[in-house]
């Protein structure tokens, strides 16, 4: 219910991890979802566009078939050969259309006009075209996203998540004066966000010197959780059900 309103009403935000490529089961779940209107920006990484995109080219993910997980002769190779053809073709909008790309994630962003921030690292393979190698300037993109977020859910990526989370404001004003908070969605990342950065000891000796808009974050981020404009989701079944998705789906994406 809280989707089908925001699809309609608010502004939806995703922040992805690569497991959701690995295999072609989750891949189409996700572009399902894209598909049905219920992502307004994604947040992801390097890996998960190079591997989607190794899925729709080789039907691989990080060289094992993503319906089998069986191993391909010489799939470990097959990522940087996916890098490469993007990378010939200059964007992943023009390898989707030269390659007849027609199914995963990148492609149903592309096609449905969604926009994705891929915020990238030093580590990176490639990168592909798109990445973001600055992090300033990665954060820019994803702060013009998620200054109009109503609901931001974060899968299968710890370090986006954090990311996002603390550049998330806890409640919008809409354009007629209503406050409405902004639902974010993970388990064990909504505890390290209380426990990181904003948040200061009661008893920590410093605390004088701390601004009080800074020690009261600590108390206004708690209000939050027991108010529920922050879900704490310890287990993926409460998060399928307080994503009002059907049973099992996220079970059998993850298996």
């Known amino acids: 219910e809280l989707l089908r309103h925001d699809r309609d009403h608010g502004s939806i935000v ?28 994604v947040f992801a990484g390097n890996a998960l566009a190079t591997h989607d995109l190794e899925g729709a080219y080789f039907h691989t993910s990080l060289g094992q078939d993503i319906d089998t997980q069986e191993n391909r002769p010489n799939g470990h190779y097959h990522h940087l050969d996916t890098i490469n053809r993007v990378r010939y073709w200059g964007s992943i909008e023009r390898f989707i259309e030269e390659e007849g790309v027609r199914d995963g994630i990148m492609n149903a962003l592309v096609r449905n006009g969604v926009p994705y921030v891929l915020a990238g690292s030093i580590r990176d393979d490639g990168p592909l075209p798109g990445v973001y190698g600055n992090a300033y300037e990665a954060q820019d993109a994803m702060r013009d996203h998620i200054r109009s977020a109503t609901t931001v859910i974060c899968m299968a990526t710890m370090l986006h998540t954090i990311a ?14 209503t406050i409405r908070p902004v639902y974010f969605y993970w388990g064990f990342w909504v505890r390290r966000l209380r426990n990181i950065g904003k948040v200061i000891p009661d008893d920590d000796p410093l605390i004088d010197r701390v601004p009080e808009w800074q020690r009261d974050w600590r108390n206004a981020f708690q209000m939050m959780v027991d108010a529920g404009a922050v879900k704490e989701c310890d287990t993926i ?7 009002g998705l059907r049973e099992d789906v996220l079970v059998q994406a993850v298996k």
């Open 164 to 177: 996002t989370g603390n550049m998330t404001p806890s409640y919008r004003v809409l354009a007629d004066g």
């Open 237 to 243: 079944e409460e998060l399928e059900e307080a994503l």
């Open 14 to 41: 995703w922040v992805m991890g690569p497991a959701f490529t690995f295999n072609g089961y989750s891949r189409e779940a996700f572009a399902k979802i894209i598909d049905a209107g219920y992502a307004d920006a």
